[in-house]
C-alpha cells in the first residue's frame, strides 16, 4: 500500500459525497416532474412518447398494478433481445458475419439484460453483431436501468406519501429516468470518452501485421455509446470480453476515475432523494453512511490484500530466517496501466454496486482479495447498489433493524414515520431471504453436478469459489465472474439465468407490496419512544444487522471457498487444474 494509492482513493470518495447532493436534487425534480435544464427540448419528447404509447401522464397505479407492468415490460424486452439473437446472421449492421446465437446462450443473454446483470458467458467482439450490440444490449441497458430507478422511486413513494393507495406511474417514471437522467449524460460523457481514444464506428474489425509478420484482427465498433451507459447504468457488460480491462474500453487513468465516479453516482444520489422526498434529508445521510462504511472497509481490506501479494513470490530474508511479502503485491491479472489501488478500488466499486465491469481479473486476486467482491455481492447488492436495487435493498434491511430495535424496547417498529407491522417485516425478510436460497442452493446443485463441475478451470476451493462466485454474481444481479469457470453451456446458461430471474424479480416485488401498503398508512409524528435513525446508534444497528442477516447467512460457504484457500495459500499449497 502506497501513499499515492490512498490519495487516489480519497479523492474518487470525495468526488462521491460531493456529488451526492447536487445530483439528487436533480433527481428529484425529475421524478417529481418539475421543471428541468432540459424541460424546454425534452418536454415536448416525453409528451409525444405517452401520445404514441397510449399513456395517461396524470393516471398512477397502485402497487400491484405497476409490479404489473414493470414484469411485463421486461417480458416483452426479453422476447424481444431474444429473437434478435437467434436471427442477427440475417440482420445488417454485421460486417463480420458473426452468425445466429445459440438458444441456450440467447436465452441466459437475454435475461442478463433484462435483469440488469448483463453475465456474459460469451465472447462479445466474436459472438454479438453491431445491431445486437445497439439495438439489443446498449436499448437494454438504458430501460433496464431506468426501470431499476423507477421502483427505488415506487419504494420511496411508499414512505413519503400518506392515506393512498397508489406509489405513481411505472410508464411515466421509466419514460422520464431514461430521457432526463440516462440520456443527456450518456451523450456528454460518451463524447469525453470518443475524446480519450474509445471507438465509435460501424466499419469492419481492422486487419494489422505486427512486428513479425503475423496477422492480428483487431476488433472495434460503437463502443464508447455503450461503454457509458453500462458504466452508469451499473449494467457492467463489456463490448469486449476483457470489459474494462481492454484499452478501447479504458483507455486512460481519465476513463478509469470517471467510469468509478458514475458507477457509485446514482446510487449515491438515490440516497439523497429518500431524504428529500421524505421531508428529512438526514435519513438520506444515515443511509449513506451505512453504505460508505462497508464499502470503506471492503476497499481497504481488497488494497491490503493485493498489496501483501502471495507468500509463494516472498523474498527469504537469511538474517531474519523470514520471508517477507511478494515485492510489489499481487500484479498477476491487472493492468500495469491502473496498478493495484485502481484494480482493488474498481473491484470493491464494481461489486458493492449491481455494475459487474472489471478492470482486472477477479479470479486473480488473492483469496482475501477475491473475497471482497463475494461478500459484496453476497449482502444483496446494497453498498450503494445497483441504479435502485441497492437503495430498496438497503430498505429492506432497514425495515428489520428497526423492528429488531422494537423487539428491544418491546414498541411497534416505526420507520420515516410509518409504523411497520406484521406485513411489512414479513415482506421484507421474504425479499431478503430469496437472495441466499437462490445461491446457495444453485452452488450446492452445480457442485455434485458433473456438468457443473466440468466448467470450473481450478481444483479445491478455489475451483468451490468459481461455482460459488457465478451463482453469487447472477443472483445479486451484478454480472462479473471469477473468469475461471466455463459457464456456456445449457446447464450454466439454464441454471444461472433463474438466479438472475430470482435475484430481481423475486426480490423486488415483496418490497413494491411493501410500499403500497405504507403508501395507504398514516405518518406519525415522533414520540420519546420513537427510535432515531438518522444517528450513529441506526447506523451502528444497520451495519450489524446487515452483517449479521445478510453476512453470516454464507459464512460457511466462504469459509470452504477463499477463508480456506488463504489459509492454504499461507502454508504453501496451491491449486491449478481442477
Known sequence: M????????????????????????YIT?????????????????????????????????????????????????????YLLQRVQGLLPFNPQGQSNIEASSSLNTAISFVTNTNWQSYVPETTMSYLTQMAGLTVHNFVSAAAGIAMAIAVIRGFARRTTKTIGNFWVDLTRITLYILLPIS?????????????????????????????????????????????MGTNGGGFFNANSAHPFENPTPLTNFIQLGLIFSIGAALTNVLGRMVGDQRQGWAIFAVMGILYLVGTTTAYWAESAGNPAFAHFNVDQHASTASPGGNMEGKEVRFGIANSALFTTVTTDTSCGAVNNMHDSLTPLGGMVP??????????????????????????????IAGLMVGRTPEYLGKK????????????????????????AIATVNVNGLAGIANGGPHGFTEILYAFVSSTGNNGSAFAGIGANTLFYNTMLSAAMFIGRFIFVVPLLAVAGSLAGKKI??????????????????????????GGLTYFPAVSLGPVVEQVAMNHGVLYAGP
Open 29 to 81: 425534480r425529475v421524478v417529481n416532474g418539475e421543471r428541468t435544464l432540459f424541460s424546454p427540448v425534452l418536454r415536448p419528447v416525453e409528451r409525444g412518447l405517452y401520445a404514441l404509447c397510449g399513456v395517461r401522464e396524470s393516471e398512477e397505479q397502485n402497487w400491484l398494478a405497476y409490479a404489473f407492468a414493470m414484469l411485463v415490460f421486461s417480458l416483452a424486452g426479453f422476447l424481444i433481445l
Open 524 to 549: 406519525l409524528a415522533p414520540s420519546a419512544g420513537t427510535f432515531p435513525t438518522t444517528g450513529p446508534l441506526f447506523v451502528g444497528l444497520l451495519v450489524g444487522v446487515i452483517v449479521i442477516v
Open 374 to 403: 463475494l461478500v459484496n455481492i453476497m449482502l444483496g447488492e446494497i453498498i450503494f447498489g445497483g441504479v435502485g436495487s441497492g437503495l430498496y435493498g438497503m430498505l429492506g434491511f432497514a425495515i428489520v433493524a428497526v423492528f
Open 187 to 231: 451523450i456528454v460523457v460518451a463524447l469525453i470518452f470518443v475524446w480519450q481514444g474509445m471507438p465509435q464506428n460501424l466499419g469492419a474489425y481492422t486487419e494489422a501485421t505486427t512486428l513479425d509478420g503475423a496477422k492480428q484482427v483487431i476488433a472495434q465498433g460503437p463502443v464508447a455509446s455503450q461503454e457509458v451507459i453500462k458504466i
Open 2 to 25: 502506497t501513499a499515492n494509492g490512498w490519495l487516489q482513493i480519497a479523492l474518487f470518495s470525495v468526488v462521491v459525497i460531493a456529488l451526492t447532493s447536487p445530483f439528487g436534487g
Open 420 to 443: 411497520l407491522e406484521a406485513k411489512e417485516v414479513k415482506m421484507a425478510i421474504l425479499a431478503i431471504l430469496s437472495l441466499p436460497f437462490s445461491i446457495l442452493i444453485g452452488t
